[in-house]
T-cell receptor, first 113, second 114 residues
Framework: KAGVTQTPRYLIKTRGQQVTLSCSPISGHRSVSWYQQTPGQGLQFLFEYFSETQRNKGNFPGRFSGRQFSNSRSEMNVSTLELGDSALYLC????????????FGPGTRLTVL | AQSVTQPDIHITVSEGASLELRCNYSYGATPYLFWYVQSPGQGLQLLLKYFSGDTLVQGIKGFEAEFKRSQSSFNLRKPSVHWSDAAEYFCAVGALRNTDKLIFGTGTRLQVFP
């Protein structure tokens, strides 16, 4: 069974631009969560989607948004990029039930210049 | 609010030595606890998890962890470290018992000397 895939793996943008990151979960998984990893703030939860609905949300500004499609694939979008948005963005998928395990993708490394 | 503390930012051990990585959590009820490992340029791999039951949990790669409610701890151990264990280790708790929203500690970087 294929793991969680994220595209692109690396991305360079400039301040003020917007970016869209993609995540394909493990087949059969209905929950997709997004995390931001930075040296200063560590791993922080962004949001989680389950069956095309946002089920959980972290404490990030509205510039960070996401969506999930009927095939469970998910995208996250960051608008009006700031230098501080430079980070590794990790996607994780799970079955979405209670007591389940999240499987993480390799991440997308975003650099904002 | 739930939180996770990993007191050790960086640990160095010799290959073959034993290892213990510390993790303390703050949570009102019995938490869902996890240990993940991250190698450079990679995502996170689950080592082990605790939901309930036996407080000593066995994981992959020879790791184990013990849940101690009285100390609010979930320390990770390995009796003999291999050079390939060098990586960053993260302890996490499921927020409000929601395993799809994890709160992570700041991580412990493990360096292994031959």
């Amino acid at each position: 069974k294929a793991g969680v895939t994220q595209t692109p793996r690396y991305l360079i943008k400039t301040r003020g631009q917007q970016v869209t990151l993609s995540c394909s979960p493990i087949s059969g998984h209905r929950s997709v969560s997004w995390y931001q990893q930075t040296p200063g703030q560590g791993l922080q939860f962004l949001f989680e989607y389950f069956s095309e609905t946002q089920r959980n949300k972290g404490n990030f500004p509205g510039r960070f948004s996401g969506r999930q499609f009927s095939n469970s694939r998910s995208e996250m979008n960051v608008s009006t990029l700031e230098l501080g948005d430079s980070a590794l963005y990790l996607c994780a998928s799970s079955l979405g039930d209670t007591n389940n395990e999240q499987f993480f993708g390799p991440g997308t490394r975003l650099t904002v210049l | 609010a739930q939180s996770v503390t990993q007191p050790d930012i960086h640990i160095t051990v010799s290959e073959g030595a034993s290892l213990e990585l510390r993790c303390n959590y703050s949570y009102g009820a019995t938490p869902y606890l996890f240990w993940y490992v991250q190698s450079p340029g990679q995502g996170l791999q689950l080592l082990l998890k605790y939901f309930s039951g036996d407080t000593l949990v066995q994981g992959i790669k020879g790791f184990e962890a013990e849940f101690k409610r009285s100390q609010s701890s979930f320390n990770l151990r390995k009796p003999s470290v291999h050079w390939s264990d060098a990586a960053e280790y993260f302890c996490a708790v499921g927020a409000l018992r929601n395993t799809d929203k994890l709160i992570f500690g700041t991580g412990t970087r493990l360096q292994v000397f031959p």
